[in-house]
């Protein structure tokens, strides 16, 4: 993680999203409480979302755009980049983050795995060649089609949803310097800049998927779905 006090995101997130106030690196009560439990070993960050998306379609329309995610998969991935791995798999490079003067840009091995009973899941696997510097990832995510029937009086034609949920666990092995720092300060903003990441990605990803399927299949996108959760 870098800066000198303010946490720094430069993939598609905004900066101001993720600045952190001046009492975590500034606030001196921080740094002068006793006792003082520093980091000895790797620090696990956590963070879990959900989420849901409109798809204007039956769910096997829906469920035959997602079997093809070599097509839609690199289109709504950017600006992150990603390099196929496999028949399934994707290395992403989701940006440039850090705090406290430490730096990464994280790459993360994903598999998309073939639908089971109406449910993709998505699981970390390695990447090819790449060792990753100082921290390693856990990713699970599981995406379910729950069709809502054409005669239902609010809509004209079927539509489905698709719910989804990520468990994502990020551990970080940081040099001596951030060693020294008290562990609750560490952990804190860790977790909040990890959770802001998350759920900005997220929602972007979700919107450009809609966007992206009822373009593919012609089928006209709700204004009201168009912005993107912020």
């Not at 039956?58 to 289109?75: G, I, S």
């Not at 990603?82 to 003067?101: C, D, K, L």
């Not at 599981?142 to 009086?153: C, H, K, N």
């Not at 609750?184 to 998927?209: A, C, E, F, P």
Request: hydrophobic share 35%; net charge negative; proline share 8%.
């Amino acid at each position: 993680m870098q800066a000198n006090s303010a946490e720094q995101y430069t993939g598609e997130t905004p900066s101001t999203v993720l600045g952190a106030t001046s009492g975590y690196v500034e606030g001196g009560s921080l740094m002068e409480e006793e006792p003082v439990q520093q980091v000895s070993g790797p620090t696990c960050f956590h963070s879990c979302f959900a989420s849901c998306m409109d798809m204007y379609a039956d769910a096997k329309t829906v469920a035959e755009y997602l079997d093809a995610h070599q097509d839609w998969f690199p289109r709504c991935a950017l600006p992150m980049k990603s390099e196929a791995i496999g028949e399934n798999g994707y290395a992403i490079t989701i940006g440039r983050y850090g705090s406290f003067g430490y730096e990464v840009e994280p790459k993360v091995g994903l598999e998309l795995m073939p639908q089971e009973q109406g449910v993709y899941r998505i699981r970390t696997i390695p990447v090819p060649n790449y060792t990753p510097p100082g921290y390693d990832v856990d990713f699970h995510a599981a995406l379910r089609l729950v069709e809502v029937g054409s005669d239902s009086p609010q809509l004209a034609n079927p539509m489905t949803q698709v719910e989804w949920e990520l468990d994502l666990k990020v551990m970080v092995h940081f040099p001596r310097f951030i060693q020294a720092l008290p562990k609750s300060l560490i952990q804190t903003t860790g977790d909040r800049l990890l959770n802001q990441i998350v759920r900005q990605v997220s929602r972007r990803l979700t919107h450009k998927v809609q966007e992206d399927f009822h373009n593919t299949m012609s089928i006209p996108f709700p204004k009201k779905c168009r912005k993107p959760a912020k």
